[in-house]
């Protein structure tokens, strides 16, 4: 049963993710072949296309929390957790220049490249009905926030925690994501660099967040998966 102490990291993420992406996927949002202009209209094609992304977070969770599994199986609970709220603690103190650092590492070029190639691809070839297929694609986008939920679905143990929580951290963004889709006009340049102070802040707090849970963690699960050795009488 997932830990409900990694729920309200998971949200806040989604929230700072949310806050992220109006400056940086804004534009992608808005040039979504959107089928009609009624806002109830708008919000179902949005909902299908968020679908998307998040079934690719629930997917990239489960990978990610089995192999948080492994590596508490191997009595690493502590330090993982430990890891990963330093890392977003990092993350939250270098803003934005964290993701220019990650984007600029050897590879991540030419499978961002090919991503948008195949999203711009789904645009020409089939504008109306790729709303949902662009969804499954953008999940897969180079983001420092993504990466900072994965850490957190590392540190979660489980593939089942892990897909939560990169649920949950979906579930968060939307609001803010639907509100840009509908309300887009009003959401000027200002507003947007306004809103997006509060995302260093959100992300260090799920770094104390994930700090406090590594210091409080036992061994339960690496005891009970380890058996104890005993002395054998005969």
Avoid at 24 to 49: D, F
Avoid at 70 to 80: D, I, P, S, W
Avoid at 204 to 233: H, W, Y
Wanted: some cysteine; glycine content about 14%; overall charge positive.
């Amino acid at each position: 049963m997932p830990e409900l102490s990694l729920f309200l990291p998971a949200l806040l993420l989604g929230l700072a993710g949310s806050l992220h992406c109006v400056g940086m996927c804004g534009p992608l949002l808005l040039a979504l072949p959107l089928q009609a202009k009624e806002k109830w209209a708008v919000l179902q094609q949005m909902l299908v296309y968020h679908s998307g992304r998040i079934i690719t977070y629930v997917l990239l969770g489960i990978v990610f929390g089995l192999l948080g599994k492994g590596l508490a199986l191997a009595g690493l609970q502590k330090v993982l957790s430990i890891t990963a709220g330093i890392f977003m603690i990092g993350m939250a103190l270098m803003a934005w220049k964290f993701e220019q650092l990650v984007t600029a590492l050897p590879g991540f070029g030419i499978f961002t490249q090919k991503i948008k190639t195949g999203i711009g691809g789904l645009l020409r070839n089939n504008p109306r009905g790729s709303t949902f297929s662009i969804g499954l694609l953008n999940g897969l986008l180079p983001c420092g926030m993504v990466y900072a939920a994965l850490a957190g679905a590392l540190a979660s143990f489980g593939s089942a925690e892990g897909g939560i929580f990169m649920a949950v951290f979906g579930l968060g963004t939307l609001p803010l994501l639907l509100m840009v889709s509908l309300f887009s006009g009003s959401f000027s340049q200002t507003i947007r660099k306004k809103i997006r102070i509060a995302q260093p802040i959100l992300l260090g707090i799920v770094g104390l967040l994930l700090l406090q849970r590594g210091l409080n963690l036992d061994l339960t699960l690496f005891e009970s998966a380890v058996p104890k050795a005993g002395m054998d009488c005969h």
